[in-house]
């Protein structure tokens, strides 16, 4: 029933390891999306991807890395994570305006 | 840059009071502003959607107002429950992307 889901919900993991998040949605969408949401909660874009094309992608480090295997996923790889990392990382997805966010993967970086 | 700015902060209300939240935007030519509520640990859930073109829309107990030429809507959420605590989060939409203020945080006092 769940209609965007992330996995995993929380991530502890040392400096300088590479991670994944996934994120699914089971909404028929076209746009899906990554925001980032930092310790004093603002929350900012990363990506955008519309039909499994790339149509934002904000300052992000090159070491973030979307991959959209097909519509209904969006997954987000970190490379080298660093301290600053740490945050919550929030998949979306849309069809026309509305956005329906999954629940959220709270990653630590020790 | 859009910048987004909600006032205030934080609001601890009685059961039963009225509650007023503010948003402020600094580019005035947005597509659309919506509100989102956000629960602790949990993802966004959107409340109401404004198109620019539009000064209101009502949801039940709520209620958005949008002046977009001075940058500005509010939300009104009438007879405040203990379960109205939450994280209230306005967002606009500028170049295909949502900004996003830093939320006001309610607590509703039964």
């Known amino acids: 029933d769940t209609a965007v889901s992330q996995t995993p919900k929380y991530l502890v993991t040392q400096m300088g390891n590479d991670k994944s998040i996934k994120c699914e949605q089971n909404l028929g969408h076209d746009t899906m999306y990554w925001y980032k949401q930092d310790s004093k909660k603002f929350l900012k874009i990363m990506f955008s991807?519309?039909?499994?094309?790339?149509?934002i992608n904000e300052t992000v480090p090159n070491r973030f890395s979307p991959k959209s295997p097909d519509k209904a996923h969006l997954n987000l790889h970190i490379n080298s994570l660093e301290l600053g990392d740490s945050a919550v990382y929030f998949c979306a997805s849309s069809r026309q305006e509305t956005q329906y966010f999954g629940p959220g993967t709270r990653l630590l970086v020790l | 840059k859009q910048e987004v700015t909600q006032i205030p902060a934080a609001l601890s209300v009685p059961e039963g009071e009225n509650l007023v939240l503010n948003c402020s935007f600094t580019?005035?030519?947005?597509?659309?502003l919506q509100w989102f509520r956000q629960d602790p640990g949990k993802g966004l859930t959107s409340l109401l959607l404004?198109?620019?073109?539009?000064r209101e829309q009502t949801s039940g107990r709520l209620n958005a107002s949008l002046d977009k030429s001075s940058g500005r809507s509010t939300l009104y959420i009438a007879a405040s429950q203990p379960g109205d605590s939450a994280t209230y989060l306005c967002a606009v939409k500028n170049d295909y992307k949502l900004s996003f203020g830093a939320g006001t945080t309610v607590t509703v006092r039964a």
């Open positions: 991807y519309n039909n499994k094309e790339l149509i």
């Open positions: 404004i198109q620019s073109s539009q």
């Open positions: 580019d005035s030519a947005i597509y659309n």
